[in-house]
């Protein structure tokens, strides 16, 4: 079993809809959380961080971590053609050690 | 903030050459920076862990004479693919954690696109 799991997708919405990423894992001791967006051929981009559980928002996008549940969401409102990418989630144990990447999920935004 | 480059973006080698990529942090120090590979519609594969002044700590199956890293200052890692051969053609990324408080997170670089012939 993997330590992160990620459904790969791919999904695909129209404009505007809500999208909803998940991630689940097995090692309780993670307690950073990160989100990156990866166009293709570029590296990732770092979209959202969190530490140990609760929710964050950043304009159009909301990361939650359910610490309980070993579960992580990204929520993607009014989605955009632009938000078209793959999305990763990471996670690790302690600053600055390795990151645990889940699979990623390719996401296509349709005008 | 946070920004991390790489050079250069792509490069196309003869089978048989070495070939050196450099990662910088531009406005941060990193005493910590990471390299990974990526084949097409796969996730991230860590190589190696570098750690300025210090031997790089290579995963298991990474073969650190044929990936030699330099991390010889707090903005600057190398990798160096030794005797390169058409299987070592990938994506090429490294990333960075800054050396501040509350920084716990890495940023990556825009990755390195190797063609070996």
């Known amino acids: 079993q993997k330590e992160v799991e990620q459904d790969p997708g791919p999904l695909s919405v129209p404009e505007g809809a809500i999208v909803s990423l998940n991630c689940t894992y097995s090692n309780s001791a993670f307690q950073y959380f990160m989100w990156y967006r990866q166009y293709s051929r570029k590296g990732p981009e770092l979209l959202m961080y969190?530490?140990?559980?609760g929710n964050k928002e950043d304009g159009r996008f909301t990361a939650q971590v359910d610490k309980s549940s070993k579960y992580i969401s990204l929520f993607i409102r009014d989605s955009q053609p632009s938000d078209s990418a793959t999305y990763l989630c990471?996670?690790?144990?302690?600053?600055?050690?390795?990151?645990?990447f889940g699979e990623g999920t390719q996401l296509t935004v349709n005008p | 903030g946070a920004v991390v480059s790489q050079h250069p973006s792509r490069v196309i080698c003869k089978s048989g050459t070495s070939v050196k990529i450099e990662c910088r942090s531009l406005d941060f120090q990193a005493t910590t920076m990471f390299w990974y590979r990526q084949f097409p519609k796969q996730s991230l594969m860590l190589m190696a862990t570098?750690?300025?002044?210090?031997?790089?700590?290579?995963e298991q199956g990474v073969e650190k004479d044929k990936f030699l890293i330099n991390h010889a200052s707090l903005t600057l890692s190398t990798l160096t693919v030794t005797s390169a051969h058409p299987e070592d053609s990938s994506f090429y990324i490294c990333s960075a954690t800054p050396v501040v408080a509350d920084q716990e997170t890495q940023y990556f670089g825009p990755g390195t696109r190797l063609l070996v012939l």
């Open positions: 969190t530490y140990s559980s």
């Open positions: 570098s750690n300025e002044g210090s031997k790089a700590t290579y």
């Open positions: 990471a996670m690790t144990e302690t600053s600055g050690s390795r990151l645990t």
